[in-house]
């Protein structure tokens, strides 16, 4: 004989819904249990830090100074000064006392002016300039033109004249040895344009004598100027010749 059940006598069909329920009460539980955990290790982290707080704070104890009452009449005096040993010394020079005599005159008194004497101003003196570095070469007669236009007149001019001069045929007769002889010449013309100071250097005697003379013989110039004043200058000249056999 077949039993009859009835659809809701029938327990499998709330086989889901079991399952539910219990899935949602263990979820709750876990849930409980966790919140449980948290509040508990918070609740022992705020009792550690109020330990260590408490631990931290040291009892300072209370002191008290007495503070002294400056009355503003009274002032620490300064220490007094330190006296350093003093020895005296008996002075026995005599001080000459200096009189100072009034320079200022009475009426009576006669007021004698004296002489201013005149003194001499000298002026420079400029030394003889050679003639290779004279601002002004001296002028020799007949030579116009600028600086250097004079300059090479004057050189070309002494050189002429000495040459038109000189005894050449005295050199022969003195016997010298054949071939080119030099005479050396030095004189100044001076801050008047005279010729002075004439002073040669030769093989002989005789020619030395021979080329002062002839160099005595040049004209007068216009003389040298350095810084726009009368100056000697310096002049050189060399004499060339050839002794024939």
């Known amino acids: 004989m077949q039993s009859k059940k009835s659809a809701k006598s029938n327990?499998?069909?709330?086989?889901?819904?079991?399952?539910?329920?219990?899935?949602?009460?263990?979820?709750?539980?876990?849930?409980?249990?966790?919140?449980?955990?948290?509040?508990?290790?918070?609740?022992d982290m705020i009792m550690a830090y109020t330990t260590n707080m408490s631990d931290d704070e040291e009892d300072i104890p209370e002191t008290e100074?007495?503070?002294?009452?400056?009355?503003?009449?009274?002032?620490?005096?300064?220490?007094?000064?330190?006296?350093?040993?003093?020895?005296v010394v008996e002075d026995d020079e005599e001080i000459e006392e200096t009189v100072i005599e009034s320079t200022e005159?009475?009426?009576?008194?006669?007021?004698?002016?004296?002489?201013?004497?005149?003194?001499?101003?000298?002026?420079?003196?400029?030394?003889?300039?050679?003639?290779?570095?004279?601002?002004?070469?001296?002028v020799y007669p007949g030579c116009k033109g600028n600086k250097k236009a004079l300059r090479d007149c004057l050189s070309k001019s002494v050189q002429k004249f000495v040459?038109?001069?000189?005894?050449?045929?005295?050199?022969?007769?003195?016997?010298?040895?054949?071939?080119?002889?030099?005479?050396?010449?030095?004189?100044?013309?001076?801050?008047?344009?005279?010729?002075?100071?004439?002073?040669?250097?030769?093989?002989?005697?005789?020619?030395?004598?021979?080329a002062k003379r002839v160099v005595s013989l040049l004209p007068k110039m216009k003389p040298g100027k350095q810084r726009g004043r009368a100056v000697g200058v310096k002049y050189s000249l060399p004499i060339s010749f050839i002794v024939q056999d």
């Open 11 to 43: 327990l499998e069909n709330y086989n889901r819904l079991f399952i539910l329920l219990g899935l949602v009460l263990a979820l709750l539980v876990a849930y409980i249990a966790i919140e449980h955990k948290t509040m508990e290790d918070a609740n």
């Open 65 to 87: 100074q007495e503070i002294e009452e400056i009355k503003p009449d009274e002032k620490k005096a300064p220490p007094p000064p330190v006296l350093e040993e003093i020895e």
């Open 105 to 138: 005159t009475n009426e009576d008194e006669e007021v004698v002016i004296e002489e201013i004497e005149e003194v001499e101003i000298v002026e420079e003196v400029i030394e003889d300039v050679p003639f290779s570095i004279i601002e002004d070469v001296p």
């Open 163 to 210: 040459s038109r001069k000189f005894n050449v045929d005295l050199a022969q007769d003195l016997g010298l040895t054949p071939g080119k002889k030099r005479i050396f010449v030095m004189f100044k013309i001076d801050k008047h344009g005279n010729i002075v100071g004439v002073r040669a250097r030769a093989p002989h005697k005789r020619l030395e004598a021979e």
